[in-house]
T-cell receptor, first 113, second 108 residues
Framework: DTGVSQDPRHKITKRGQNVTFRCDPI?????LYWYRQTLGQGPEFLTY????????KSRLLSDRFSAERPKGSFSTLEIQRTEQGDSAMYLC???????????FGSGTRLTVV | QQPVQSPQAVILREGEDAVINCSSS?????VHWYRQKHGEAPVFLMI?????EQKGHDKISASFNEKKQQSSLYLTASQLSYSGTYFC?????????FGTGTSLTVIP
């Protein structure tokens, strides 16, 4: 198992464009999370999936953000009409739950210009 | 809902010890600890369950006081490789929040 994979690693986009990120979790992990992290801050919770069901979404998340996890495998995070404030590292993490911690991907660094 | 960590930053010489604290305004049922090196993703260190304490690897251990809604991470005889930002994390399965972070720098 190669761990949690995220693609792309870096994304530069113009303000107003839409972007989509992909996360491939560890195959046996049924729980998947998306976080956003800005410089010097801890990861900020965005949304949570258990299998294909999106069970929680942060109230801080605007309606420009949407996430899916079809078939309970990989997940995508889409940001529509990007703004400069969206510039951040977007991290995906998966876990099997219980006493297991979260395994993070390397993240996608988004820069909105 | 975000746990608060203290100190915000600490600088140690190799071989010195450090303690990082994590406090929550909500009841804690479990606490995770992670270390993040610059430009990398957070890496899981250990989990502490309610009423328990679990030792991690190397000379890093942690305690959990659910009455005080606090957890502490202990780094003993620090090594250069311990440098990074440490985060505690807590929550339910649906929502999991990371702390404010503690930057640890170990110098020779």
């Amino acid at each position: 198992d190669t761990g949690v994979s995220q693609d792309p690693r870096h994304k530069i986009t113009k303000r107003g464009q839409n972007v989509t990120f992909r996360c491939d979790p560890i195959s046996e992990h049924n729980r998947l999370y998306w976080y956003r992290q800005t410089l010097g801050q801890g990861p900020e919770f965005l949304t949570y999936f258990q299998n294909e069901a999106q069970l929680e979404k942060s109230r801080l998340l605007s309606d420009r953000f949407s996430a899916e996890r079809p078939k309970g495998s990989f997940s995508t995070l889409e940001i529509q009409r990007t703004e400069q404030g969206d510039s951040a590292m977007y991290l995906c993490a998966s876990t099997g739950g219980g006493t297991y911690g979260y395994t993070f991907g390397s993240g996608t660094r988004l820069t909105v210009v | 809902q975000q746990p608060v960590q203290s100190p915000q930053a600490v600088i140690l010489r190799e071989g010195e010890d450090a303690v990082i604290n994590c406090s929550s305004s909500k009841a804690l049922y479990s606490v995770h600890w992670y270390r993040q090196k610059h430009g990398e993703a957070p890496v899981f260190l250990m989990i502490l369950l309610k009423g328990g304490e679990q030792k991690g690897h190397d000379k890093i251990s942690a305690s959990f006081n659910e009455k005080k809604q606090q957890s502490s991470l202990y780094l003993t005889a620090s090594q250069l490789s311990y440098s990074g930002t440490y985060f505690c994390g807590t929550g339910t399965g649906n929502q999991f929040y990371f702390g404010t972070g503690t930057s640890l720098t170990v110098i020779p």
